[in-house]
């Protein structure tokens, strides 16, 4: 499939200003820039124009005009990603699709526990709209502000969440998705049961806009719990940290809504880096856990389950310190800490970041064995590790020597990538949970993953979209 395309006329752009009007076209530079470069700075590149299409008919015109003229199209929510696949690649004439303006949450379906809702609608939007039917939407994520559902879908979003109530592939039931021909496919269903063919739905979640675009989706609310209680503990290694685990949902089962795993050196650059935010126990101990305990019944039972749990742990010598919040606010703050932990490191200067999962009976190991890895491509590198020990998710970052030279330390970018992704698919991991392969990773997917695997998703690609104008470059 061609890689590179021909440069986009006057007069084809013009065709496609006409689908939407030129008030929702962005052209200029100053305009199109939030739109083509990315969070962390890394891909930053060009558009000729911005299309900000305010219906599915209009996406589905977009989309056959650009099947037509050969014209490859980048689909964007919020921008928010983190490995580059909703900005255009350098070099190339590529359209961005913002669904900003499909925005809409169509129904709000209390007696199914559903909310529809379209593509461009804020992540937190949902939740909002959730709670005032005293429901809970649980995707949640760091930029939840601003990240929008088709995003999220096209992402495969994971989140804090996961643990208890899956990815948004587990909370989607329907999407409606518009296809590189214009065709448009109506599956916003609602059943629990469904087996007539092929579950379409999943070939559009995670598939990062590839093979199209997802305009409106049917989501899962749950019942809102009755009580939530935060609790912090502290050990000395993550075998502790497993055990602690363990112990969690041998007593509270589903109860479990969090289990977030934190090393010692994020929460030293929070301290050095936010004194305002005021981290629960002494950080003077390797690790911790953040665990949040949910009743379907009250306060009170969480709270006692919490308690139950960290006191038998301490009392088996599992963690060595702990303490439950005495209020909602202590709950939140105890949330803002784990919240600031990626800003707070970029305060130490460069670091290179994996987004990685793993079997969680094997996370013990990894942490040791891809230490190693790392020291062994950069001595003296600090190795910030945290993440959703619950559903085996990482955030594996690490950072340059406390006297090193950031540029120097950021060409190791790519032995330091492939020594512990090595590790990673060395204890049958993943080499990207929950942020996706973009433009980042899709070097490494090729090389790495069975080719039979490559084979049929590229086959797939074909099959939708065999001008190849969706999102190229990413993924596959």
């Known amino acids: 499939m061609a890689d590179r395309f021909p440069s986009l006329t006057s007069e084809t752009i013009d065709r496609f200003v006409s689908i939407v009007g030129e008030r929702y076209v962005l052209r200029s530079k100053d305009d199109t820039e939030p739109y083509v470069t990315e969070r962390r700075g890394l891909w930053a590149s060009a558009t000729p124009i911005v299309l900000r299409p305010g219906s599915v008919a209009e996406v589905s015109q977009i989309l ?17 990603g983190l490995v580059g696949a909703q900005v255009p690649r350098r070099g ?24 529809t809702a379209e593509a461009g609608v804020i992540l937190e939007n949902v939740q909002n709209a959730a709670d005032a039917v005293d429901r809970l939407f649980p995707l949640a994520l760091g930029a939840q502000g601003t990240c929008q559902i088709g995003g999220n879908l096209s992402s495969n ?4 969440g996961v643990l208890a109530y899956g990815n948004a592939r587990e909370l989607c039931m329907g999407v409606e998705v518009v296809l590189p021909n214009g065709d448009v496919l109506d599956d916003l269903r609602k059943l629990k049961k469904d087996n007539t063919g092929y579950d379409l739905k999943n070939l559009f979640v995670g598939a990062e806009g590839t093979l199209g675009v997802i305009t409106a989706a049917v989501l899962k609310l749950f019942p ?3 009580g939530r209680e935060m609790a912090w503990a502290a050990m000395e290694s993550p075998q502790a940290a497993l055990a602690l685990f363990n112990r969690a949902m ?4 589903s109860s479990v809504t969090a289990f977030e795993l934190i090393a010692q050196l994020p929460l030293q650059s929070v301290a050095r880096h936010r004194p305002d935010v005021q ?6 101990w390797p690790w911790h856990v953040m665990m949040e305990i949910s009743s379907s019944r009250s306060t ?20 060595g310190d702990a303490v439950v919040a005495q209020s909602l606010a202590q709950g939140q703050d105890f949330w803002l800490v784990r919240e600031v932990l990626v800003q707070t490191q970029a305060n130490e200067g460069a670091s290179i970041k994996h987004d990685i999962s793993l079997p969680i009976s094997s996370l013990p190991d990894f942490i040791a064995t891809a230490e190693n890895a790392v020291q062994r491509v950069c001595p003296g ?8 020990m619950g559903d085996g998710n990482l955030h594996y970052n690490v950072s340059r020597p406390v006297d090193g030279d950031d540029k120097a330390f950021l060409n190791l970018y790519r032995p330091m990538n492939r020594a512990v992704h090595d590790v990673v698919r060395q204890f049958n991991g993943s080499i990207s949970a929950e942020h996706g392969i973009g433009q980042l990773k899709r070097d490494e997917l090729l090389e790495t993953a069975p080719p039979v695997a490559i084979d049929l998703m590229r086959r797939i690609k074909a099959a939708f979209d065999p001008a190849g104008i969706m999102n190229p470059g990413k993924v596959i």
Request: charged share 20%; glycine share 10%.
């Open 157 to 160: 979003a994971g989140g804090t």
């Open 300 to 319: 009170e039972e969480a709270h006692r389950l919490a308690e139950d749990i960290l006191t038998s742990a301490l009392e088996d010598g599992i963690i």
């Open 250 to 253: 041998d007593m509270a089962g």
């Open 92 to 115: 190339h004439d590529e359209i961005v699709l913002s669904l900003s303006r499909l925005n809409a949450i169509r129904e709000v379906d209390v007696s199914s526990n559903t909310i």
């Open 381 to 388: 590198a600090r190795v910030g590790c945290f993440g959703h």
């Open 64 to 80: 056959k005009l650009a099947t037509q003229t050969g014209t490859p199209i980048v689909p964007q929510g919020g921008n928010t």
């Open 224 to 226: 809102k719990p009755r």
């Open 279 to 284: 981290i629960p126990v002494s950080i003077d």
